[in-house]
């Protein structure tokens, strides 16, 4: 039933994947996320939504070629199945007309901050958006996200493509510009959105972060997505994804996304075997 209607290769081991998910796409709100399987032995990987459409009932998401399941999921081709495709999940994210407000997407954040950026357009915002990623080879969806934007300002760390560093010296240009940018935000590998946030935090401009731990059940019963917001326990899969960035404590975070790195490491290479 969830089979692949369109893959799209975005870039080398980035896959777009448009998936029937009519149930799925009737419901999902931007920032929301599902948890897809393979079959019943293979692991559960939550990935946030890129795109929806409620009428021809699919959802599409984007995933990088970083593990075993991330890997067979990155080679599923038009016509394949997925066992397990749940959702939506997870809290949308809170649209509303603030006046100027800055998307920031880093790596394959890019792709969840698509339908936000989308949202926050159609709400009546000034949408500018900082894409960043390494080179300009590795810059996903850029048309998309010119389409979702009011303006687009791109990084690449090697400066093949826009402002040569990070997103925050993207976001650092934007701001040279004199926007009065009233909300942020900022979605990509868990370092650059602890880079954003303390950029952002003197200077008191509202940031929101999507975390992206470890997730097994998505339903708040395991724990395993567990994070620290504000010294309070909050579990990523209800109470987020998205958080006040400010509040989130990502050397915490970080340290428990890397607690399976060496097992993940020995799957990926019994793959390639
Ligand atoms: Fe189990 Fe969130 S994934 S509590």
């Not at 958006?129 to 996903?140: C, F, H, K």
């Not at 402002?163 to 909300?183: I, S």
């Not at 590998?189 to 954003?196: C, L, N, Q």
Request: with cysteine.
């Amino acid at each position: 039933m969830y089979h692949v209607v369109k893959k799209r290769l975005l870039a080398t081991g980035i896959a777009l994947l448009e998936v029937n998910a009519p149930a799925v796409a009737a419901k999902v709100e931007p920032g929301q996320f599902v948890i897809v399987r393979m079959d019943e032995l293979s692991e559960r990987i939550p990935l946030t939504v890129m795109d929806f459409d409620r009428e021809k009932g699919t959802i599409t998401i984007v995933i990088q070629d970083v593990g075993y399941s991330s890997a067979i999921i990155t080679g599923m081709n038009e016509g394949d199945e997925f066992q397990d495709f749940v959702g939506p999940l997870g809290v949308a994210s809170e649209i509303e007309n603030y006046g100027t407000v800055v998307c920031i997407g880093g790596g394959l954040g890019i792709a969840p901050v698509h339908p936000i950026a989308r949202a926050l357009k159609e709400a009546g915002n000034h949408v500018i958006s900082v894409l960043g990623s390494r080179s300009a080879d590795l810059l996903i969806l850029e048309d998309e996200m010119r389409a979702a934007s009011s303006e687009v300002v791109i990084a690449t760390n090697d400066g093949s493509q826009g402002v040569k560093g990070f997103v925050t010296d993207g976001l650092a240009e934007v701001l040279a510009q004199g926007h009065q940018v009233k909300a942020i935000w900022a979605i990509g590998p868990m370092i650059m959105m602890k880079a954003v946030v303390d950029y952002t935090r003197s200077l008191g401009i509202k940031t929101i972060v999507s975390m992206n731990p470890i997730m097994v059940d998505g339903t708040g019963m395991c724990g395993a997505c567990r994070i620290s917001v504000g010294n309070e326990t909050k579990f990523a899969c209800v109470d987020g994804p998205e958080f006040d960035g400010h509040l989130v404590d990502f050397d915490l975070a970080m340290k428990r996304l890397a607690f399976y790195k060496d097992e993940e490491n020995r799957a990926k290479a019994r793959l390639e075997c």
